[in-house]
């Protein structure tokens, strides 16, 4: 049971450095596809309709209602295969 809340820790904090919490995202060239770990396809469209929306990734996190681990994997995932892309920030207004 430590071994596997170890390897989601890990796995979690992997996609929290692609991803930071306040991450923007938008869909990019490529289809999304279910992850081989994830079998709930209303929670992927959940999520899908979320990001595509504005939400964040740690506002994504907030109101999937699962583990946020699953969340955030999946974003992850989205964007090593293309299907999302980060939104670059706004540049700051220099004086």
């Given at each position: 049971?430590?071994?596997?809340?170890?390897?989601?820790?890990?796995?979690?904090?992997?996609?929290?450095a692609l991803l930071p919490d306040q991450a923007r995202l938008r869909p990019a060239?490529?289809?999304?596809?279910?992850?081989?770990?994830?079998?709930d396809v209303a929670l992927m469209r959940k999520v899908w309709a979320m990001v595509?929306?504005?939400?964040?990734?740690?506002?994504?996190?907030?109101?999937?209602?699962?583990?946020?681990?699953?969340?955030?994997?999946?974003?992850?995932?989205?964007?090593?295969?293309?299907?999302?892309?980060?939104?670059?920030?706004?540049?700051?207004?220099?004086?």
């Open positions: 049971l430590v071994m596997e809340g170890m390897r989601r820790f890990d796995e979690y904090r992997r996609a929290c060239q490529q289809r999304p596809t279910r992850p081989a770990e994830e079998h595509t929306a504005g939400a964040s990734a740690a506002e994504c996190e907030r109101d999937a209602g699962v583990e946020f681990s699953r969340v955030r994997r999946l974003l992850a995932h989205w964007v090593v295969e293309g299907a999302l892309e980060l939104v670059p920030a706004p540049a700051s207004a220099s004086k």
